[in-house]
Antibody, heavy 118, light 113 residues
Framework: EVQLVESGGGLVQPGGSLRVSCAASGFTFSSHWMSWVRQAPGRVLEWVADIKPDGSEKTYVDSVKGRFTISRDNAKNSMSLQMNSLRAEDTAVYYC???????????WGLGTLVTVSS | DIVMTQSPDSLAVSLGERATINCKSSQTVLYSSNNKNYLAWYQQKPGQPPKLLIYWASTRESGVPDRFSGSGSETDFTLTISSLQAEDVAVYYCLQYYVTPRTFGQGTKVELK
């Protein structure tokens, strides 16, 4: 069974940093692109970042470029999102998701809540 | 960016009745070289992550009941629930994965009448 488990969310002040992680199991992690997708409270889903299976290619939504960094460790079946210079508008549930051939997501974690507030 | 617009924003349907949700993209999501529409549908219940229902506009994900069906091409798509069940109360989102950034519709809330 495919499982994705996020961790690391919490309350952080504007301008601060936070790292969220995703532990994957039940599939060949090293074969899949992976993504972070977020959802602000009561708002629409928003793709945040992608990482290629070998970690050599990363893409980001414009609003987080230069502030967020996606990474992965295939030996540990894990992925992370380092978030710096956080803003109130980054407040959201952050989901880890598996990318299928073509680009859609077929498996999601339960999410971890990041709250940016003073 | 491709803008995805769903209609209606919400609808109330009686048990056993049909629910129809529309999704319109601001540009085509049909890739001519493989004749595939890069369009998916998700269901999200409160406190849960999205669940994949349909991809390639009309391919049902494994385990999804056959009362859910997707149709459409290029810029206009529809998700149909043929006979609404109580467990189908949720918010439904369309997603285009034709280009980066992938973008979602604003969601359609389906409730029981």
């Amino acid at each position: 069974e495919v499982q994705l488990v996020e961790s690391g969310g919490g309350l952080v002040q504007p301008g601060g940093s936070l790292r969220v992680s995703c532990a994957a199991s039940g599939f060949t992690f090293s074969s899949h692109w992976m993504s972070w997708v977020r959802q602000a409270p009561g708002r629409v889903l928003e793709w945040v970042a992608d990482i290629k299976p070998d970690g050599s290619e990363k893409t980001y939504v414009d609003s987080v470029k230069g502030r967020f960094t996606i990474s992965r460790d295939n030996a540990k079946n894990s992925m992370s999102l380092q978030m710096n210079s956080l803003r109130a508008e980054d407040t959201a549930v952050y989901y880890c998701a598996r990318v299928m051939s073509g680009g859609f997501w077929d498996a999601w974690g339960l999410g971890t809540l990041v709250t940016v507030s003073s | 960016d491709i803008v995805m617009t769903q209609s209606p924003d919400s609808l109330a349907v009686s048990l056993g009745e049909r629910a129809t949700i529309n999704c319109k993209s601001s540009q085509t999501v049909l890739y001519s070289s493989n004749n595939k529409n890069y369009l998916a549908w998700y269901q999200q219940k409160p406190g849960q992550p999205p669940k994949l229902l349909i991809y390639w506009a009309s391919t049902r994900e494994s385990g999804v009941p056959d009362r859910f069906s997707g149709s459409g091409s290029e810029t206009d798509f529809t998700l149909t629930i043929s006979s609404l069940q109580a467990e189908d109360v949720a918010v439904y989102y369309c997603l285009q994965y034709y280009v980066t950034p992938r973008t979602f519709g604003q969601g359609t809330k389906v409730e029981l009448k």
